[in-house]
């Protein structure tokens, strides 16, 4: 099947840094990657979805400027946690949606733990 | 906006025995797809089973198959011969131009 893979897959910084993780589609080019935040025994929220060349689209509480998602090829996404605080510490998941076959299936990345000191 | 209800934050079962997830959700989409996710101690999420609304039959994947009710908006998944390794989080998600998912169920399988 299709390959998602998602680094680091820990982190762990200081207050006030940035950091920034990475999502490839290793065997397929992905027009949309989507990002998810998942707090302890909580769901998948997703935060934004990135399209290939244009700019991301965030739900609606999630702070653009803090987040900062680039899609700059067909086969990578980044999602940048800007000035990380606290309570920004979370698992944080990717998927791709592959460019071509059917619209609704999405693969995922093996998530990454965000810990901020 | 779509909303999915996962009424069960945790439920058990004895293994080899037979399990049902529920799941309900609402849109006012009348095409769109419905999927069982798994995410393990891992966190790696898993597809389990996936429902396209415009089919009326089942969907079902070996041990796993699901109780599509359309009308209802009823999407539960129902596990025969529960195994071991079925024990994690079970998602329900709704699918149309991105997914939403549920609250989640966590599953134990009881030796």
């Known amino acids: 099947g299709a390959v998602v893979s998602q680094h680091p897959s820990r982190v762990i910084c200081k207050s006030g840094t940035s950091v920034k993780i990475e999502c490839r589609s290793l065997?397929?080019?992905?027009?949309?990657m989507f990002w998810y935040r998942q707090f302890p025994k909580q769901s998948l929220m997703l935060m934004a979805t990135s399209n290939e060349g244009s700019k991301a689209t965030y739900e609606q509480g999630v702070e653009k400027d803090k987040f900062l998602i680039n899609h700059a090829s067909l086969t990578l996404s980044t999602l940048t946690v800007t000035s990380a605080h606290p309570e920004d510490s979370s698992f944080y998941i990717c998927?791709?949606?592959?460019?071509?076959?059917?619209?609704?299936?999405?693969?995922f990345g093996s998530g990454t733990q965000l810990s901020v000191l | 906006a779509q909303t999915v209800t996962q009424s069960q934050p945790e439920m058990s079962v004895q293994e080899a025995e037979t399990v049902t997830l529920s799941c309900t959700y609402d849109?006012?989409?009348?095409?769109?797809?419905l999927f069982w996710y798994k995410q393990p101690p891992s966190r790696q999420m898993i597809l389990v089973i996936r429902q396209e609304a415009y089919k009326q039959q089942n969907a079902t994947e070996n041990r796993f198959s699901v109780n599509f009710q359309k009308a209802a908006k009823s999407f539960s998944l129902k596990i025969s011969d529960s195994q071991l390794g079925d024990t994690a989080m079970y998602f329900c998600a709704f699918w149309r131009e991105k997914l939403t998912f549920g609250t989640g169920t966590r599953l134990t399988i009881i030796p």
């Open positions: 849109t006012s989409e009348n095409n769109y797809y």
């Open positions: 998927s791709a949606r592959p460019r071509t076959g059917r619209g609704e299936k999405l693969f």
């Open positions: 065997d397929f080019q992905a027009t949309t």
